[in-house]
């Protein structure tokens, strides 16, 4: 199957996707995270301009022999309005002692799949110095156990 239309529009949102700021905290480890939400914000005007669509398309259920875990293998297939499309894999993994770990699995797949697929940086490589990123590099804010 062709994608150069599919190929093409995802260049033009990537150059028009930039780095994903982390909004989220988790309290009980201390760490800040980019959410689903921030992803999201941070991609949805430039796949729908370019005429781009992902879509969960299945979603396999893998062994796990940790408590309280859940694990998919996932399909993503990554759609333009030309009809061209391309499929992607990945796996992810999600806990919860509750009734959670199957959408926390969803939601880290969907992430890795977003930001992998569209080389989305999310300010936090110790490697890479960008001036583009400079701006995500203030001050922590104080948070209290």
């Not at 999600?94 to 797949?109: E, H, L, P, V, W």
């Not at 590099?137 to 209290?144: T, Y």
Request: proline share 5%; hydrophobic share 35%; charged share 25%.
């Amino acid at each position: 199957m062709q994608t150069n239309k599919l190929l093409t529009a995802l260049n033009k949102a990537m150059m028009e996707i930039g780095p994903v700021k982390k909004t989220g905290y988790n309290k009980h480890h201390g760490y800040k995270y980019a959410s689903d939400a921030d992803i999201t914000l941070a991609v949805r005007s430039a796949l729908v301009k370019h005429g781009i669509s992902i879509l969960l398309v299945g979603m396999d259920p893998l062994p796990s022999a940790k408590k309280n875990c859940e694990k998919f293998q996932f399909r993503w297939q990554i759609a333009h309005t030309s009809g061209e499309s391309i499929d992607v894999q990945n796996c992810a993994e999600g806990f919860d002692a509750q009734d959670k770990a199957c959408y926390k699995a969803i939601t880290g797949s969907k992430k890795y799949a977003y930001t992998s697929n569209l080389m989305i940086a999310t300010s936090d490589d110790p490697e890479v110095y960008n001036a583009k990123l400079e701006q995500f590099n203030e001050p922590e804010p104080e948070h209290e156990p």
